[in-house]
């Protein structure tokens, strides 16, 4: 009876993952690194990471954490469907002086369900 259950329990299992597989993408990003270079302060700091859909299923982006001072601007709000071309926008507060060694992580429907995204420069006077 133990293994009976256990059968059962792993074909629903696989069941499960196959279906949530069915509802993943794939993405593809130009670049994951925005790079400022030698950037001065009080500049612009506003980049924008462009990615396209090379999946079969719309892409959702649930949600997108930060490891710095820097806010996301702007993310889609509507699903990207596959071959198109969605953008993250993000701002650096370029007040500050120093290096940019930061961190995006960006979580959604694809696969890998995670993907990490960096900012990297620096802000002199």
């Not at 670049?31 to 001065?40: A, F, L, R």
């Not at 396209?52 to 299923?57: A, C, D, I, P």
């Not at 709000?77 to 960006?106: A, C, F, N, Q, R």
Request: proline share 5%; glycine share 8%.
């Amino acid at each position: 009876m133990k293994y009976l259950a256990f059968f059962i329990s792993l074909i629903a299992f696989n069941i499960n993952a196959t279906a949530q597989t069915d509802q993943n993408t794939t993405i593809e990003f130009e670049s994951k690194v925005i790079d400022y270079g030698s950037i001065k302060k009080g500049s612009d700091g506003n980049r924008t990471f462009i990615f396209t859909n090379t999946g079969s299923v719309d892409f959702e982006i649930s949600n997108i954490f930060s490891s710095c001072n820097c806010d996301i601007v702007s993310k889609p709000d509507m699903p990207i469907k596959p071959g198109e071309k969605g953008k993250i926008v993000v701002t650096y507060d370029t007040k500050k002086v120093g290096p940019i060694v930061k961190t995006l992580t960006v979580k959604g429907n694809m696969i890998p369900p995670i993907i990490a995204l960096k900012l990297k420069g620096i802000v002199v006077e």
